[in-house]
């Protein structure tokens, strides 16, 4: 779709809170390696905050203001399916409940898109919101890039 779609692609990004996608995504968007240039340059287009994500490798953000990178838990992988669509919504309500504090959307994204991996299915291992923020006391690797 981003193929067949970049100029429409690229003016409707200037237009949206938030963008998110993987770093397939960003890499064919962008033509950037790594996740750095890439949000980067995604930011430029005009969303207000980027996410591009790694799978086992974690997601990167930015606001124009700061580099963010979450880490991943080690955890068992069943089944990847949902992972995304678990983090970005997952994501989205933390900044709803918390809003301005990008760092526990971060962590409930994390939390929620790894307890969907450890299940058979894309929405088996879905936490409802108390269930995600009883799971975050895990520690959780942020680093500022």
Known sequence: MIRAYLSKIEKLISKVDLFM???????????????????????????????????AEGAGFYNGKEFLYIKPHRVKVVEVTGAGDAFGASFVAGLIRKPNNVRF??????????????????????????????????????IVL
């Open 105 to 142: 959307a971060l962590k409930l994204a994390l939390i929620n898109a790894e307890s969907v991996i450890r299940r058979h299915g894309a929405h088996a291992g879905l936490l409802t919101y108390e269930k995600a923020v009883e799971a975050m006391i895990k520690p959780t690797r942020i």
């Open 21 to 55: 996608v993987n770093e397939i995504e960003a890499h064919l968007l962008t033509k950037k390696e790594g996740v750095k240039p890439q949000l980067r340059t995604i930011k430029k287009l005009g969303p207000k905050m980027v996410i591009v994500t790694e799978g």
